[in-house]
């Protein structure tokens, strides 16, 4: 590849022939540890007015299509896969808290979690286990994947929407509302006993 426009059509292959998205650094190994953070930047402008787009979910890239025209590709029936409302909270408690443990989701929601929620989470491929908390009993925690965000068509967690959005689209009902002052609680008391064990290794 001795010309730039060699690069970016390579990078622009790789992603085309792949079965699933990649990083930046697994495309870089496919074409021989070549430098490719401006041949995608460069691609992703190139296809951003074209009817497929290159974007980056989960810092792994790939093609979709471009969605003002999504709806040209929707079946005439659609099997849509609708959430429980525990799972539903369950998936919002986790992807703004996590990783968290099965034991702090019941805090949170105030409620016993059954091993199936979290099962069915799972088996979407929208929530992985990430280890133990090194705490006596060694709970799995779990935390979103890079799936969750190519669904939900966020590039991080940083564009998950704050209690304050969600409240002002109209998007909690008094319930889901209620779900979310504890979950802003449940940060508040985290950020407590951050400060206070900081404090005290201060006094030590």
Do not use: C
Not at 8 to 18: C, D, K, Q, S
Not at 19 to 40: F, N, Q, R, W, Y
């Amino acid at each position: 590849m001795s010309r730039p426009d060699d690069l970016v059509r390579a990078v622009e292959a790789t992603l085309f022939a792949a079965t699933e998205p990649m990083s930046a650094e697994a495309i870089s190994v496919h074409l021989g540890g070549a430098e490719v953070k401006a041949a995608l930047a460069e691609l992703a402008e190139q296809y951003r007015e074209r009817g497929i787009n290159l974007v980056e979910r989960g810092k792994r890239w790939h093609f979709q299509t471009a969605p003002d025209l999504a709806h040209l590709l929707r079946r005439e029936r659609e099997e849509v896969r609708r959430l429980s409302r525990a799972a539903t909270e369950v998936l919002a408690i986790v992807a703004y808290h996590e990783p968290v443990s099965r034991a702090e989701i019941e805090s949170i929601r105030g409620v016993q979690t059954a091993k199936g929620t979290l099962d069915v989470l799972m088996e979407a491929g929208w929530v992985r286990i990430v280890g133990r908390r090194e705490v006596p009993g060694r709970p799995v925690i779990y935390a979103t994947t890079p799936e969750f965000l190519t669904h939900f068509g966020l590039e991080s967690r940083r564009d998950l929407p704050g209690i304050d959005e969600l409240r002002a689209a109209g998007l909690l009902d008094p319930v889901e509302d209620a779900l979310a002052e504890a979950m802003e609680a449940a940060g508040g008391a985290e950020g407590e006993a951050e400060t206070q064990s900081g404090d005290e290794a201060d006094a030590d």
